[in-house]
């Protein structure tokens, strides 16, 4: 709200706006969103969505941005397992760590971090999925925004290395044997497909690592 005009920004679910100019409209009943003498209305909305985006930002952002996200060029520290796969065209998947490396007994969880790198824009809405395939047919989803939410795949640039991490838990009674990761891009009901065909699951899914819970 400024002096003169009120602006209400329903940012779910419609995403639907509403401008009033209080000077000349005390009550509030004509809304000038979508008129022709909105544009003031337009910079206010500018601002306010600035506003909820700074909000939204981890406030230990920074700290997570400069061990996880790495510019052309800057040294990245090397994946204890190597992989050579891509998901699309957009993001190369360069290799994986577990800590602890093993699951040494049941209730036990492991980290797992993976790296990435950005080949092209990744516009159009997709996201990431991080699925959990259990003995017996169990699953986990363990869908995520990379970086603990601070570098979803709009923001992500041409040659930029991230390392995302993920904790993946294994509570008292999960089922003993083995669990694979599995990770891609999605978007409604598609995913990008995966190189090489031997890396996928068959479902466009990218196989990663293989947990075995004793």
């Known amino acids: 709200m400024t002096e003169d005009l009120h602006l209400i920004w329903n940012w779910t679910p419609d995403n639907t706006t509403e401008c009033y100019d209080r000077s000349q409209d005390p009550d509030e009943r004509r809304d000038i969103w979508g008129r022709s003498n909105d544009a003031a209305c337009r910079v206010l909305k500018a601002d306010l969505q600035g506003m909820v985006s700074a909000l939204s930002v981890p406030f230990d952002v920074a700290q997570k941005l400069n061990s996880s996200v790495f510019a052309p060029g800057d040294p990245v520290p090397a994946p204890t397992q190597v992989l050579e796969a891509t998901i699309g065209d957009a993001v190369g998947v360069s290799g994986y760590a577990l800590t602890p490396p093993a699951v ?11 790296w990435f790198t950005c080949k092209n824009p990744i516009s159009g809405g997709w996201r990431f999925f991080f699925h959990v395939m259990g003995p ?16 979803p795949p709009e923001r992500w640039r041409p040659g930029q290395r991230v ?6 838990p294994f509570p008292p009674g999960a089922p003993r044997g083995t669990y694979q990761v599995i990770i891609g891009l999605f978007r409604g009901g598609d995913r990008l497909p995966i190189t090489p065909a031997s890396s996928s ?11 075995v819970v004793p």
């Open 104 to 114: 040494s007994a049941p209730a036990q969880g492991v980290e797992l971090a993976i």
């Open 201 to 211: 699951d068959g479902k466009n899914a990218l196989r990663i690592a293989a947990i």
């Open 163 to 168: 390392v995302d991490r993920v904790r993946i």
């Open 136 to 151: 017996g047919g169990s699953f986990r989803n363990l869908d995520h925004i990379p970086v603990d939410g601070a570098m």
